[in-house]
T-cell receptor, first 111, second 110 residues
């Protein structure tokens, strides 16, 4: 157990639908990073939050949004889903000495 | 952010030492070099981090030459369970959007 918790582990939904992925960082970590990994692809950085505020944004589609709540958990909202959005979605938190710590991911399948 | 280049894939045999080299010609003074390991359907896992010379932990060693334009991850006596993708990352620990790239797919053969 890395200490970063992601739910749900699996999600199957239809095109056009909206889903919410949830992440709780390690205790004491203020940052949350979201990554997308499609089949046999590298990790694509989506967005980062730090202590409730958006800190950096990567190649995140306009159909996707995220937020970090006062208790530091974060949610990634994916809307108007397309088949190409099927992927593993990881969140991570980070410290200077231990680098990134990733959760076990949410596997999203859009059918 | 420094760009990194590493081999797309490597094969080795159980019991061998495996060295994966990463090039980062544009590394900045404040940048650290960090390696991660990722198994299928799992999140990447931190292996080792270094700034210069050599760093060793219970899992691997990291060799960094004086010019820091490259680094080598060394895995001693690999086993089948070391089959994974290995990512080399370079950045200041304050960087907010580290790019992972596609990594090196290491395949260990019996």
């Amino acid at each position: 157990d890395s200490g970063v918790t992601q739910t749900p582990k699996h999600l199957i939904t239809a095109t056009g639908q909206r889903v919410t992925l949830r992440c709780s960082p390690r205790s004491g970590d203020l940052s949350v990073y979201w990554y997308q990994q499609s089949l046999d692809q590298g990790l694509q950085f989506l967005i980062q939050y730090y202590n409730g505020e958006e800190r950096a944004k990567g190649n995140i589609l306009e159909r996707f949004s995220a937020q970090q709540f006062p208790d530091l958990h974060s949610e990634l909202n994916l809307s108007s889903l397309e088949l190409g959005d099927s992927a593993l979605y990881f969140c991570a938190s980070r410290t200077n000495t231990e680098g990134y710590t990733f959760g076990s991911g949410t596997r999203l399948t859009v059918v | 952010l420094a760009k990194t280049t590493q081999p797309i894939s490597m094969d080795s045999y159980e019991g061998q030492e495996v060295n994966i080299t990463c090039s980062h010609n544009n590394i900045a003074t404040n940048d650290y070099i960090t390696w991660y390991q990722q198994f299928p359907s799992q999140g990447p896992r931190f292996i080792i981090q270094g700034y210069k010379t050599k760093v060793t932990n219970e899992v691997a060693s990291l060799f960094i030459p004086a010019d820091r334009k490259s680094s080598t991850l060394s895995l001693p006596r690999v086993s089948l369970s070391d089959t994974a993708v290995y990512y080399c990352l370079v950045g200041d620990n304050r960087d907010d959007k580290i790019i992972f790239g596609k990594g090196t797919r290491l395949h260990i053969l019996p």
